[in-house]
């Protein structure tokens, strides 16, 4: 007999169960929206006796109140039973997008009354943490619109293998024109030997194969190579099963000019060999 397919939705309110439980209903799942967590079990088990549903999905959050306290060990007894096949979504988004979402709408957070404030947000993340940690899938909805979402569901519950590659945004900057503000990760590139000061070098850039040959000859700049890229390596899988599908990493040097121009052209082909997407900018080259 076929395992009963579960999956239950949970997390931040305001990140966006509604529009997970829609398009879980549209791939043919009954959906029962703000179940007390005592009563999923004897639901399932009813369920599995009458066959006649062969796809559920549970959405369970605090609006449960007192009742939310026995999800994890409800969670515990559904992941120990071999009649179904069970998958936990957590779905969350950062402060300021759950706040501009609540101020749109004009909803009160079931924490708290009036306007969002980021104390509220803060106690339910607090609330929602061991939650979080037995989940299968993580999703972050920050950036997401909801066609993107529904597709990353449709990857993630469907088994569908075509994900879209992981995306590397590699950006180079000066560091006397400021720090580039949607990096993820800023590498400061001003331990290498700047070719500002090598003559005939100075008035070229880090595009120039002459400049590119001088900075990565440095044993320092061969080390960071390899450090980084085993660092990048290790995080973009774990990135993914937290739901973030891209990176921004930013190089920077004291003008933007020769040394981050050099190793973010060098770190960007790295990674096209490795299959990631990537996209190239050069802030401050003249």
Not at 19 to 37: R, T
Not at 253 to 259: D, E, K, L, S, V
Request: glycine share 6%; net charge positive; with cysteine.
């Amino acid at each position: 007999m076929d395992k009963l397919k579960v999956v239950v939705v949970t997390g931040l309110s305001g990140a966006g169960k509604t529009n997970a439980a829609d398009w879980l209903e549209d791939q043919g799942y009954f959906c029962v929206d703000n179940m007390p967590p005592s009563l999923i079990r004897a639901f399932v088990d009813l369920t599995v006796q009458t066959a006649t549903i062969k796809k559920a999905a549970i959405i369970a959050d605090i609006r449960g109140g007192n009742f939310f306290a026995d999800l994890i060990s409800t969670l515990e007894q559904l992941e120990k039973d071999d009649r179904i096949q069970l998958k936990i979504l957590f779905i969350e988004a950062s402060d300021k997008a759950l706040i501009k979402r609540y101020n749109e709408t004009r909803r009160n957070h079931p924490l708290g009354e009036g306007p969002v404030t980021m104390d509220v947000i803060e106690k339910e993340r607090e609330t929602l943490q061991e939650v979080r940690a037995r989940a299968d899938y993580v999703i972050d909805t920050t950036d997401m619109k909801v066609a993107e979402f529904r597709t990353f569901l449709q990857n993630t519950l469907s088994g569908v293998a075509q994900q879209k590659p992981f995306r590397i945004n590699i950006k180079s900057f000066g560091y006397k024109k400021g720090l580039p503000l949607e990096a993820d990760l800023i590498m400061d590139m001003r331990f290498i030997p700047n070719p500002y000061y090598i003559k005939g070098l100075k008035k070229l850039t880090g595009n120039n194969k002459k400049v590119q040959a001088y900075v990565m000859k440095h044993q320092v700049s061969k080390t960071f190579v390899k450090n980084f890229y085993d660092m990048i390596m290790a995080m973009a899988p774990a990135y993914r099963k937290e739901g973030k599908n891209h990176l921004n990493l930013a190089f920077g040097c004291t003008g933007g000019q020769h040394r981050s121009v050099t190793m973010a052209n060098h770190m960007a082909e790295v990674f096209r060999r490795e299959g990631f997407t990537v996209t190239l900018e050069h802030r401050d080259i003249k």
